[in-house]
T-cell receptor
Framework: DGGITQSPKYLFRKEGQNVTLSCEQN?????MYWYRQDPGQGLRLIYY???????QKGDIAEGYSVSREKKESFPLTVTSAQKNPTAFYLC??????????????FGDGTRLSIL | AQKITQTQPGMFVQEKEAVTLDCTYD???????LFWYKQPSSGEMIFLIY??????QNATEGRYSLNFQKARKSANLVISASQLGDSAMYFC??????????????FGDGTTLTVKP
């Protein structure tokens, strides 16, 4: 079955540490996205990528970095500059060639906490 | 800048009854798409229904329908015959650029729906 796989499901970060969240999709989608969700709130866009080797900042990119070296992979690094990283992180993808009415497909998320 | 407002933080509905979840949006674009997603307590996001700004008819998908009032900039989700499994958080989202593939979406803060037996 095609889908989006996020790992790990739970992640703990120590002070001053960078951590990387994995996102892999086998849906052959061009566009991929990272969102942050705080408790009881909506999704806020961190970074997005519409094509390999290209990505743009979203609304809350500070303290995060991404790469898009392969179509199927879009890892997110939470750097030590992100002072409040505790949140639920969702990765999504979308087929851009089929028109803008296509919904995003989401992974199951990663819960990140500070130790 | 685009903005989505969901004014109901929490809603209750009796099993088998219908419920309407409100969503209003703000955009200066003529072309846009509106989406509703469901997020159960497990956290995954499930796509429910889509409405394009140029669609003349309200979208329907099974028990879900969208009450689209373009002049009022509202896109309310109607769930008919509520089931216990409908208890979840519901998000309204908008993507600007109907004919482009820009792909950025803005999400509302969500409405938590609880279905009572």
């Amino acid at each position: 079955d095609g889908g989006i796989t996020q790992s790990p499901k739970y992640l703990f970060r120590k002070e001053g540490q960078n951590v990387t969240l994995s996102c892999e999709q086998n849906l052959n989608h061009d566009a991929m996205y990272w969102y942050r969700q705080d408790p009881g709130q909506g999704l806020r866009l961190i970074y997005y990528s519409q094509i390999v080797n290209d990505f743009q900042k979203g609304d809350i990119a500070e303290g995060y970095s991404v790469s898009r070296e392969k179509k199927e992979s879009f890892p997110l690094t939470v750097t030590s500059a992100q002072k409040n990283p505790t949140a639920f992180y969702l990765c999504a993808s979308r087929p851009t060639q089929e028109g803008s009415n296509q919904p995003q497909h989401f992974g199951d998320g990663t819960r990140l906490s500070i130790l | 800048a685009q903005k989505i407002t969901q004014t109901q933080p929490g809603m209750f509905v009796q099993e088998k009854e219908a419920v309407t979840l409100d969503c209003t949006y703000d955009t200066s674009d003529q072309s846009y798409g509106l989406f509703w997603y469901k997020q159960p307590s497990s956290g995954e996001m499930i796509f429910l229904i889509y409405q394009g700004s140029y669609d003349e008819q309200n979208a329907t998908e099974g028990r879900y329908s969208l009450n689209f009032q373009k002049a009022r900039k509202s896109a309310n989700l109607v769930i008919s015959a509520s089931q216990l499994g409908d208890s979840a958080m519901y998000f309204c989202a908008m993507r600007e650029g109907y004919n482009t593939n820009a792909g950025k979406s803005t999400f509302g803060d969500g409405t938590t729906l609880t279905v009572k037996p």
